[in-house]
């Protein structure tokens, strides 16, 4: 028969701890709230009216219930008023020596029964179990932030742990109205070791001045859907709490990958604590404020600087999906467009692509049919480059082969007029191997457009060591004038959206080989404790296999980082035929 719960403590009422103590509450359960001293439980305190007064202002609770939740609560600051409780969550900051003394001295005053749970996000659940004399009453139970709004809560049993005790625990998590994922004792667990790998990789492209901190957050949100970009993310979640967990990874794993950028050192050493303190990667309106201020790094208009080139007549080559997407997208602003196929009627079958694509938008609405044949109208199928040449920007959209780009960018050279921008919108490639390929290097750029090309506003601005000012700021002009959003970035593999993404991709198919947690699991610990669209193996079933396994290996071959080697399993279902949804089977199988 499963447990009930009536009085539950919380240890450490920080954002963590508070939350954790109106999670609780709201479900009815009396809290004892206990904090170190009078200013942390006045800080508590605090916390959690300005939370309830919010869901009342949200209309997501009245006055009264407000009230209610607040007078379940008791305060205190001594340990010994937590004896009569049933649980005892722990939440004090993210060092061993703190938690295991708070867990022996819960171990002296709580009975026999009451289950001892850590919030901690990284750290050993067994070490602070063996701190007491009841390591098999020990669990994690892992709230994510905010507590009272995220659904996801990581239960982490240890060799030890009762099972009773794990199934009391996520029979109140269920109560609560959270969704437990059960696992065992790793550091990281599943969203923190997949998450942090991904936020100390954006801090090293930032660091190493790869991409500022708005177009590397911008690329984050605009290209993979996320809530938000990983530097505003890091702000919230506070540095000094990020390093901790992620050096706590780096020594269990040892993988490089999760050895603490340095400029988090320095950060945290500098006070920049991030939304806790005012300033992080951005600069905050006061302390614990989400309003970003323009500071010092704020970034002026760039097209401003530097004078663009004009374009208004544009050449697409090629006719798949990329490239009549980006067809449309153009001749929809007003540009005529050359859309040039290795033969006419593959020309003329990609015009027909772009005015079926049009057609759906009328039908939803999103386009009048009078500015769709306008639209149509201005895309001009070719099968000669040569009729390319009076255009002002070529856009290369071909096979991802670099032997058939170099050959595109050698015939564009050749009937280019001086002084055209020729562009190549590869996700991987470097796009110096296509400037090389022709006698004006400095007039290549790569507008990496995401899919699909009409309804995805990120692009990504690649610049070579050889691309001249102007030409990059005649690309973001031409972004902005297409409703895009340009991000800037320099020529490596992945630029800064898939070399963020797939190494991520990446660690949760090792997670899954090495037998930690199911594919369902990752994918609702990543959606539900982080907010993302999809999960890792949903993801990676939609975009293909093959071109991950790709990706990835581009990736390794570039960086000849160890931990970006492609996880063996991915390398074996690609070689199996199970490529995703386009095979019907992949991680999963679909029908």
């Known amino acids: 028969m499963t447990r009930q719960f009536g009085t539950v403590g919380v240890v450490g009422l920080g954002t963590m701890g508070a939350g954790i103590a109106e999670v609780f509450a709201r479900t009815g359960l009396a809290v004892v709230a206990v904090d170190v001293d009078d200013e942390g439980v006045t800080r508590g305190r605090c ?279 980006i067809a449309e997208v153009f001749a929809k602003r007003g540009y005529d467009v050359v859309l040039r196929a290795r033969t006419e009627a593959k020309a003329q079958a990609a015009v027909a692509k772009v005015g079926k694509s049009l057609h759906k938008a009328v039908t939803r609405g999103k386009l009048t049919a009078a500015d769709r044949d306008a639209a149509l109208a201005r895309i001009t199928p070719a099968a000669d480059f040569e009729r390319l040449a009076d255009c002002d920007l070529l856009v290369e959209a071909v096979a991802e082969d670099l032997a058939v780009k170099r050959a595109v960018f050698q015939a564009l050279d050749e009937v280019c007029k001086p002084g055209a921008v020729l562009a190549t919108t590869t996700s991987s490639l470097p796009v110096i191997e296509c400037a090389a390929a022709t006698s004006r290097p400095e007039d290549v750029v790569g507008l990496h457009f995401f899919n699909p090309a009409q309804v995805m506003k990120l692009v990504e601005v690649v610049e070579t060591i050889s691309t001249a000012p102007e030409v990059v700021a005649t690309a973001r002009r031409v972004c902005l004038d297409l409703g895009k959003h340009p991000v800037h970035c320099g020529d490596r593999a992945g630029f800064i959206v898939n070399a963020l993404l797939f190494p991520y991709l990446n660690d949760a198919v090792r997670m899954l080989e090495a037998h930690y947690a199911g594919a369902d699991d990752i994918d609702n610990a990543m959606k539900v404790g982080c907010g993302l669209p999809m999960g890792p193996f949903e993801l990676l079933d939609v975009v293909g296999l093959d071109v991950s396994l790709a990706i990835q290996r581009t990736l390794y071959l570039e960086f000849r980082e160890p931990g970006f080697a492609p996880a063996p399993l991915l390398e074996h279902l690609v070689t199996a035929g199970r490529l995703g949804r386009k095979t019907g089977k992949g991680f999963r199988d679909h029908t």
């Open 47 to 325: 916390h959690l009216e300005q939370s309830t007064g919010r869901a009342v202002a949200r209309g997501k609770l009245d006055e009264a219930g407000r009230a209610e939740l607040l007078g379940r609560i008791t305060w205190g600051t001594s340990l010994d008023a937590l004896a009569g409780c049933d649980l005892v969550v722990e939440a004090v900051p993210e060092r061993m020596e703190l938690k295991a003394r708070v867990f022996a001295e819960l171990d002296r005053v709580c009975g026999p029964d009451t289950v001892l749970a850590s919030n901690t996000s990284s750290l050993s659940i067994t070490e602070l179990g063996v701190h007491t004399g009841r390591p098999d009453k020990v669990v994690g139970m892992h709230f994510f932030n905010p507590a009272p709004v995220l659904k996801l809560v990581e239960v982490v049993k240890t060799v030890v742990t009762e099972p009773d005790v794990v199934a009391d625990v996520v029979a109140l998590v269920e109560r609560l109205g959270k969704s437990p994922v059960v696992i065992g004792d790793r550091a990281g667990f599943i969203a923190n070791a997949l998450l942090f790998g991904y936020l100390n990789h954006a801090v090293r492209m930032y660091e190493a001045r790869y991409a500022t901190r708005e177009d590397l957050d911008a690329a984050m949100r605009h290209g993979c859907g996320y809530p938000m970009g990983p530097l505003a993310l890091l702000d919230l979640i506070g540095l000094d709490t990020a390093y901790e967990i992620l050096d706590t990874m780096y020594h269990q794993s040892r993988d490089r990958l999760h050895a603490p950028a340095p400029l988090l050192k320095q950060m945290i050493t500098a006070g920049l604590l991030g939304r806790k303190s005012g300033r992080g990667f951005y600069t905050y309106d006061g302390v614990d404020s989400p309003t970003a201020v323009p500071d010092a790094l704020t970034p002026v208009a760039a097209e401003e600087d530097v004078p663009a080139r004009e374009v208004r007549r544009v050449g697409v080559v090629g006719t798949g999906t990329m490239a009549t997407g």
